[in-house]
């Protein structure tokens, strides 16, 4: 199980996450939504133990990440919202450094990785990850995250570039990692997804939790069929059409 409590971050004037708390468990998705700039990556960063948190904590399995960061390392998997990839290296060079890193054995390092290449329809061969096009990147990460069978999985947007069949294969596995038991926390701005995989979301809006539940429960307790509409309400989000046509105006305005 992965707990964050009163988590909070705060960079100058602006407190970026603003005592979060939550429990993720294992053989669950849980959701973590909000608008841009409401703290999921911010959040993500001291889950994943890359951040440190101004205040608060995170434990696994009732033990603060911060006593054994390493031990904690091991056991997470982790797709990042920004590519961090070495371009020099190719796919295959990639994925066989991140599995070293991992402790996987070189014997069972050397039947994965080819396999995962395939199945992700990559290319195995001297092609770098500079010559990669967008979708294959993240499609680079999403196998580093996942190459180690890891307990629990951090993903930011995982679906980001990734073709439509891509995208229902990623869905697919995430599924099925957590009917295997695995803890997973799940940010994206993708609504039909998370209303498709996820047990429960969470809402921040400007760093702070504004609800957490079954979306069957929050669409019910919002009188709204659809989680988008949910989500809109909650975060107070302005209308759209509203919004573009100022946009607009202000475009088309002048000489
Ligand atoms: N290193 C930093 N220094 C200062 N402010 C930061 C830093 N990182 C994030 N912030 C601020 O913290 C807030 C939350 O940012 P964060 O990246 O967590 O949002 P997000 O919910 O992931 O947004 P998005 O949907 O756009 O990915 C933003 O106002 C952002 O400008
Ligand atoms: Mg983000």
Same mark, same amino acid.
């Given at each position: 199980?992965? %707990?964050?409590? =009163? #988590?909070?971050? &705060? /960079?100058?004037?602006?407190?970026?996450?603003?005592?979060? *708390?939550?429990?993720?468990?294992?053989?669950?998705?849980?959701? +973590?939504? @909000?608008? =841009?700039? $409401?703290?999921?990556?911010?959040? &993500?960063?001291?889950?994943?133990?890359?951040?440190?948190?101004? $205040?608060?904590?995170?434990?696994?399995?009732?033990?603060?990440?911060? %006593?054994?960061?390493?031990? /904690?390392?091991?056991?997470?998997? /982790? &797709?990042? %919202?920004?590519?961090?990839? +070495?371009? /020099?290296?190719?796919?295959?060079? +990639?994925?066989?450094?991140?599995?070293?890193?991992?402790?996987? $054995?070189?014997?069972?390092?050397? %039947?994965?990785?080819?396999?995962?290449?395939?199945?992700?329809?990559?290319?195995?061969?001297?092609?770098?990850?500079?010559? +990669?096009?967008?979708?294959?990147?993240?499609?680079?990460?999403?196998?580093?995250?996942? #190459?180690? =069978?890891?307990?629990?999985?951090?993903?930011?947007?995982?679906?980001? @570039?990734?073709?439509?069949? *891509?995208?229902?294969?990623?869905?697919?596995?995430?599924?099925?990692?957590?009917?295997?038991?695995?803890?997973?926390?799940? $940010?994206?701005?993708?609504?039909?997804?998370?209303?498709?995989?996820?047990?429960? &979301?969470?809402?921040?809006?400007?760093?702070?939790?504004?609800?957490?539940?079954?979306?069957?429960? #929050?669409?019910?307790?919002?009188?709204?069929?659809?989680?988008?509409?949910?989500? *809109?309400?909650?975060?107070?989000?302005?209308?759209?059409?509203?919004?573009? =046509?100022?946009?607009?105006?202000?475009?088309?305005? @002048?000489?």
């Amino acid at each position: 199980m992965l %707990e964050v409590r =009163n #988590l909070t971050k &705060v /960079y100058g004037a602006l407190t970026a996450v603003d005592g979060v *708390s939550f429990v993720a468990r294992p053989g669950e998705i849980l959701g +973590y939504l @909000g608008p =841009n700039g $409401s703290g999921k990556t911010t959040t &993500v960063g001291m889950v994943t133990g890359l951040l440190k948190p101004t $205040s608060g904590e995170v434990l696994f399995e009732g033990k603060d990440i911060q %006593e054994d960061l390493r031990a /904690y390392k091991l056991r997470l998997g /982790y &797709v990042p %919202e920004e590519p961090a990839l +070495y371009p /020099y290296l190719t796919g295959r060079e +990639y994925l066989e450094l991140v599995a070293r890193l991992r402790h996987i $054995s070189e014997g069972r390092l050397g %039947e994965k990785i080819p396999r995962l290449l395939e199945l992700l329809s990559l290319p195995d061969s001297f092609a770098t990850i500079a010559a +990669y096009s967008k979708g294959m990147k993240q499609k680079v990460l999403v196998a580093a995250a996942i #190459l180690h =069978n890891p307990d629990v999985l951090i993903l930011d947007e995982p679906f980001s @570039g990734l073709d439509v069949e *891509s995208a229902m294969v990623l869905r697919e596995v995430i599924t099925d990692l957590a009917r295997d038991g695995k803890t997973i926390l799940f $940010s994206s701005h993708l609504l039909e997804v998370v209303e498709k995989v996820c047990a429960r &979301v969470l809402i921040l809006s400007k760093g702070r939790v504004v609800a957490e539940d079954t979306v069957e429960r #929050l669409c019910e307790l919002q009188k709204q069929p659809k989680l988008e509409r949910v989500f *809109s309400e909650l975060t107070a989000q302005t209308d759209p059409v509203t919004t573009a =046509n100022k946009i607009l105006t202000v475009v088309k305005s @002048g000489g």
